[in-house]
């Protein structure tokens, strides 16, 4: 190697060593973490359908009557009261969703058993009916906290009915977010990874058979699908929690510098090595390795990885001496590492040590069941406190996306709705129009795919190239946006515009080429 070239090295060994700092990420000490679990509910609790439970109060048993009729028609489970303190007494020992109450009643007004109600029962929706226009009221029992109001007569009918269906919808809506919270808060509490789908209650059945043994996993999966998350997990929830767990992301390191990366490097094995430097693999002593994109590693990187593995041993670069270490290792990929071995441009010896065990996560468009609980659970997170809801149609449309960045790109959607609108509930079109775009172009094609039930890789290969393509030629090649659109890591971007050929001249002339 010529004295340049080594020079060379180092200005970018620096870089690397900063950039690697985002890229590896090692935690230690974290405390014991609860066991994983199974989640029991299998039911989607999107399509649950709530039985409204409705109380009217009323001292004219007409009206209630009346009120119970329709509230029936409308399928709800209706009860009754002739006075606030009757009605106070109901929902003691029942539970109720939704209150009709009139204003004007003997004893306790309206108005009295309204305060009453939401201060021991914030969560029940009440509308208040009025009599003889009186507005004035209705517009008092808002302030206390009221849903609405209608006035009677009801005259037509249909009023009441569309009244106490719109009120019914907020109350399915509130009940279902409630429902989705509770549910994603114990699931975080116990592993941190969401899901009810059959696909996801596998991956954790594994981790739980898998987090205290020392047995090699390689993860598998499309690009934001997890792989990392279940790779946590079962380093944070088994026996090794305690001890390090270094992340490398085998994509994004320059291949020249891998091996000093890994291996570690004396002082003055190359120029600008002023002192010597443990490598990843020593720093993981004790605890994990996570080897991640385990494909992009380079073939001679490979047969080194390969040797550490069996000899348990690292030799530092420019060292005559090898240093005992000892990890478990897993590794992950989004590529299919069987063809790439039968191609040959991965070690086929590798690969079996590696895939001792596989955990394959299944791509988001696979589970849908699972995006109105990780809508929540995004929604929590991003801005905790502030409850926000999902639309039944912007859920739909969410429902209906088919995810090319999976989780991760539902993560960012969400993240871009919550930054742009104050609104308390997302509607359709505070989504990316990316998403309704992608939506409407991609959906029949895959589609009829899955109707046919007959697509190959290369068919999901060119939706993916094409896809892509389009959005980067959309950001006009803006990396940063493109990424940020498809839902895909930096490093996974780079990967895919390579490998597709995409965007070749766009770094030297600024603008997106297509090949
Ligand atoms: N089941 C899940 N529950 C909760 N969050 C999830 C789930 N799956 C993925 N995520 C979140 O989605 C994002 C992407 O996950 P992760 O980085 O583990 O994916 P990946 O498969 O490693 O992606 P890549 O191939 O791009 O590196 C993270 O923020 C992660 O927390
Ligand atoms: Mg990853």
């Not at 003691?92 to 029962?121: N, W, Y």
């Not at 792989?227 to 390090?244: Q, S, T």
């Not at 589970?367 to 149609?393: M, T, Y």
Request: with cysteine; net charge neutral; hydrophobic share 40%.
């Amino acid at each position: 190697m010529t004295q340049n070239s080594v020079i060379q090295k180092n200005s970018t060994h620096n870089a690397m060593t900063e950039s690697r700092m985002t890229q590896t990420k090692m935690t230690q000490n974290r405390g014991a973490q609860n066991p994983v679990t199974q989640n029991p509910l299998t039911q989607d609790p999107a399509t649950q359908s709530l039985r409204v439970r409705l109380l009217i109060v009323d001292d004219e048993q007409t009206i209630r009557r009346l009120c119970m009729t329709v509230g029936e028609s409308l399928g709800f489970s209706c009860l009754e009261a002739e006075s606030g303190d009757a009605a106070l007494a109901v929902l003691e020992s029942q539970p109720v969703h939704m209150v009709l109450t009139d204003l004007v009643m003997p004893r306790m007004s309206g108005l009295e058993f309204l305060e009453q109600m939401k201060r021991i029962h914030p969560r029940i929706e009440i509308a208040v009916m009025t009599g003889h226009g009186s507005v004035e009221t209705a517009v008092q029992a808002m302030k206390l906290g009221a849903y609405d109001y209608i006035s009677k007569p009801f005259a037509p009918l249909d009023e009441l009915r569309l009244f106490l269906r719109r009120m019914a919808d907020k109350v399915r809506l509130e009940e279902e977010n409630l429902f989705l919270r509770e549910r994603t808060e114990t699931d975080a509490a116990v592993h941190g990874i969401i899901g009810n789908s059959p696909g996801i209650q596998n991956v954790l059945r594994m981790i739980s058979r898998l987090k205290d043994t020392r047995t090699p996993v390689l993860i598998s999966g499309e690009s934001g699908t997890g792989k990392e998350l279940v790779a946590r997990a079962l380093h944070f929830r088994g026996n090794l929690a305690g001890r390090p767990f270094v992340a490398v992301d085998c994509g994004s390191l320059v291949p020249t510098l891998i091996e000093s990366e890994l291996f570690g490097y004396e002082k003055g094995a190359f120029t600008g090595a002023l002192r010597s430097k443990q490598g990843l693999l020593q720093s993981a002593d004790t605890g994990t390795i996570f080897l991640d994109e385990v494909g992009e590693l380079p073939l001679e990187m490979q047969a080194k990885i390969l040797r550490f593995l069996q000899e348990k041993e690292v030799r530092p670069v420019g060292s005559n001496h090898k240093v005992k270490v000892d990890v478990r290792i897993m590794a992950a990929t989004n590529r299919d590492l069987e063809t790439d071995y039968k191609k040959g441009t991965f070690r086929k010896d590798l690969f079996f040590r590696l895939n001792v065990v596989t955990i394959s996560l299944p791509p988001l468009r696979e589970r849908r069941s699972d995006i109105p609980i990780l809508a929540h659970w995004f929604l929590e997170r991003l801005a905790p406190g502030r409850g926000i809801q999902v639309s039944g149609e912007a859920m739909k449309t969410l429902l209906a996306h088919d995810w090319p960045g999976n989780v991760r790109e539902l993560e960012n959607c969400l993240e871009r709705a919550v930054a742009l609108t104050d609104r308390r509930v997302l509607e359709r079109d505070d989504l990316p129009a990316s998403i309704m775009r992608m939506e409407s172009q991609s959906t029949p094609q895959l589609h009829a795919m899955q109707e046919t039930s007959s697509f190959t890789t290369t068919d999901l290969e060119d939706i993916e190239r094409a896809t892509i393509a389009r959005v980067f030629l959309q950001v006009n090649g803006d990396k940063a946006r493109a990424g940020k659109m498809l839902g895909i890591s930096r490093a996974t971007l780079y990967r895919k515009l390579k490998r597709y050929h995409i965007g070749a001249h766009a770094e030297s002339s600024g603008a997106a080429t297509l090949q």
